[in-house]
């Protein structure tokens, strides 16, 4: 994996400083390890001291001159919640662009943006909620149905890429900086087996067999964890298996500590604790504990060091009982106050930032299904027309920030092309069309039809918009749809109508001046499906059931739209020479630009690497377990080179139960080329050779 290391100075602002104290204590010693600190400021607390510190709003500490804190922070596609802040392009375009090095520049960019807001919140006195370092972000749950409204905030459908983009995103907020000093605190969420419905998020029982869950659902958050010092991880709202993920000691203890040895701050979602005791009239609840001192003892008494929430009193009458000792809450408290030490006193320096632009990025995102030669538009009178024309709220998608301005779609179009005001005195007609942030989302108070706590009831494009299409194609014009999304969209009873169809995300505050660029041929940077669309809402299992089975590229039978890795280009691409050293576990080959529609001097596509296993019964397809996106001049050719981990060539035991490691005469098929369709795959086969 690429590390990109900046550096941008900054004044130290930090949290343990001397306020009106001539003495100083030796936790505010810089000069000690954090650790001999730590230990000397936890043994100069008092048990309610110590537990107050334990919620996501820790309160000042006057006597010893600490400052408040809260550790609910939001940098989902920038920083977020915070008033003015850049705004990326949602993650789930991020992974459309199958680029992990402009995802982690993009998260160094955010780290740095968050320090300037971090350094202007504390001279203001603002120790509130979203102004500080800890970010609960990346969103690394399988986007396993599209119905799922908060798909839009994940990396799509595939554990690979799902790992790839979350690892990158990682690094990028915590390790900008050259010297080695932190930056900013991920948190990798929701642990685990958490992807809708949302309606019922706070009662939903997951129901997953140990195949399902160690293959599909864990090893996102095995492989980061494994391959970084991420600092925290969130449990999620629903339950596992029986049992509320934040009291589930299988999820905490047996695998998360004991099995990753992951050493970081656990924290629940906000309010998640509630669920396992409150009997609400209004929420549907688990309901597992009957009293919250039971739920906090359950949580914090295994390995949960931080609440979101507000379950102070429920801690406190788990210790006074004798739930939990002290010793435990000081275990934890360790954890929660050395984080917070190295990050607010650590010297980052972001002075030589990638240069990566929101515009930039959405370029590299947007996804071509279907061009019929329509596309690039050159010299063509154009009519827009469609419900996100000229949404402003639609391109910054949800948990976003603010941005100084938003390009709609009508502002970048009218700026790039002279406008026709009818249908009629156009050339080309575009329809930009799709959902909105409003309709699908986290838990929203929505329910029409198609649509229901944010999640989507069918996954159809909504039956008004059908309609209009059908009557603008009546024009006899050529229609361009510009689909505007965070989920996958059945087009199947729109694909005649159209000429030319562009999936463009939310794609981030400069949206619509980068739809306007790849229209016009401007770039050629488009990226490739990171989730299958079906043909209709028939195509999907039932929702609530996690079993893998039919679901995703992985295990569907059927034959969708478009599937997953798929998307066109101006640039026609040939992959020749392809060579496999078995050996390295690596896969060479050229690429050939062999002509271009667009007017720029090269083109991008994604090499992607799938494996089969030809003894796997489980009805395992494929699985991507290499990727390279790739600059080819037209007329010219360029090189990749992808390893491949053998971490990806694991095979579940059903008999142990386990994840294994291949051994010596394994035989696998390697497929390589440009979607996940085997017919854009060429087949290696080979035996594995024990290293």
Avoid at 93 to 104: R, W
Wanted: charged share 25%; aromatic share 10%.
């Amino acid at each position: 994996m690429h590390r990109l290391f900046i550096l941008f100075a900054l004044t130290v602002f930090s949290l343990f400083p001397i306020i009106g104290f001539s003495q100083q204590y030796p936790f505010q010693d810089t000069t000690l390890d954090i650790e001999t600190r730590v230990s000397d400021l936890i043994g100069r607390l008092t048990i309610d001291e110590k537990l107050s510190l334990l919620e996501h709003q820790n309160p000042a500490i006057s006597r010893l001159g600490l400052k408040p804190y809260s550790w609910w922070n939001e940098a989902l596609h920038g920083v977020g919640r915070n008033g003015t802040a850049t705004v990326w392009p949602m993650p789930i375009a991020l992974a459309a662009s199958f680029d992990y090095i402009m995802v982690e520049h993009i998260f160094v960019r955010v780290a740095a943006e968050a320090h300037k807001k971090y350094r202007e919140a504390q001279a203001q006195g603002n120790y509130g909620d979203y102004a500080g370092l800890t970010f609960f972000t990346p969103n690394i749950n399988i986007f396993r149905d599209p119905r799922w409204g908060r798909g839009m905030e994940t990396y799509g459908e595939d554990p690979f890429l799902t790992a790839t983009m979350g690892l990158a995103c990682v690094y990028g907020l915590q390790h900008g900086s050259i010297d080695g000093s932190i930056t900013a605190a991920a948190c990798l969420k929701h642990f685990a087996v958490h992807s809708g419905p949302e309606g019922t998020r706070h009662q939903f029982d997951a129901n997953v067999s140990q195949r399902d869950l160690w293959t599909t659902y864990l090893p996102a958050f095995e492989y980061i964890i494994g391959f970084s010092d991420v600092k925290q991880v969130m449990c999620g709202y629903n339950r596992l298996n029986g049992t509320p993920c934040c009291t589930n000691r299988e999820l905490l203890v047996d695998i998360l500590r004991n099995k990753w040895k992951y050493d970081g701050i656990i924290v629940t979602d906000c309010w998640a604790l509630n669920d396992c005791w409150e009997r609400d009239t209004v929420i549907l609840r688990h309901k597992t504990h009957a009293t919250a001192a039971l739920a906090a003892s359950d949580a914090f008494g295994s390995e949960v060091d931080l609440e979101c929430g507000s379950g102070l009193q429920a801690l406190k009458t788990a210790v006074d009982s004798g739930y939990i000792p002290e010793s435990k809450i000081d275990e934890h408290l360790r954890r929660v106050l050395s984080l917070r030490m190295e990050l607010t006193e650590s010297n980052p320096d972001f002075n030589y930032l990638p240069q990566i632009t929101p515009h930039d990025a959405a370029e590299e995102t947007f996804v071509l299904l279907k061009n019929d030669g329509i596309l690039p538009i050159d010299g063509k009178r154009i009519f827009l027309v469609g419900p996100n024309a000229s949404d402003t709220l639609m391109p910054l998608g949800n948990y976003n920030g603010t941005p100084l301005h938003t390009s709609t779609i009508e502002e970048g179009l009218s700026q790039r092309f002279a406008i026709a005001e009818t249908a009629t005195d156009a050339d080309i007609i575009v329809y930009a069309g799709g959902l909105n942030p409003q309709l699908e989302g986290e838990e929203l108070p929505i329910d029409i039809p198609g649509f229901h706590k944010g999640d989507r009831t069918r996954i159809e494009l909504p039956e008004n918009q059908v309609e209009e299409i059908r009557q603008l194609k009546k024009l006899g014009k050529p229609l361009v749809l510009l689909l505007c999304t965070g989920s996958a969209i059945a087009l199947e009873n729109i694909i005649n109508e159209t000429n030319a169809i562009m999936v463009c995300w939310y794609g981030g505050e400069d949206m619509g001046k980068a739809v306007a660029s790849a229209l016009a041929g401007e770039s050629d940077n488009f990226g490739r499906l990171p989730v299958t669309f079906y043909k209709s809402t028939s195509q999907l299992p039932d929702f609530d059931d996690y079993d893998m089975q039919g679901r995703t590229y992985r295990y569907m039978k059927q034959k969708p739209l478009f599937p997953f890795g798929y998307g066109l280009s101006y640039s026609d691409f040939k992959i020749e020479k392809i060579s496999v050293d078995y050996r390295e576990m690596r896969v060479k080959g050229t690429v050939s630009n062999i002509g271009s529609k667009a007017k720029c001097k090269s083109g991008k596509t994604v090499i992607q690497v799938y494996l089969k296993n030809p003894n796997d019964k489980s009805g395992l397809q494929k699985s991507l377990v290499g990727m390279q996106k790739i600059e080819v001049p037209v007329g010219g050719t360029s090189t990749f080179d992808i390893k491949i981990d053998k971490f990806w060539l694991r095979q579940f035991n059903e008999t142990t139960g386990e994840m294994e490691e291949p051994k010596h005469g394994d035989k696998f098929i390697l497929q390589v080329g440009f979607s996940s369709d085997d017919k854009n795959l060429d087949n290696f086969k080979f035996k594995y050779l024990v290293q």
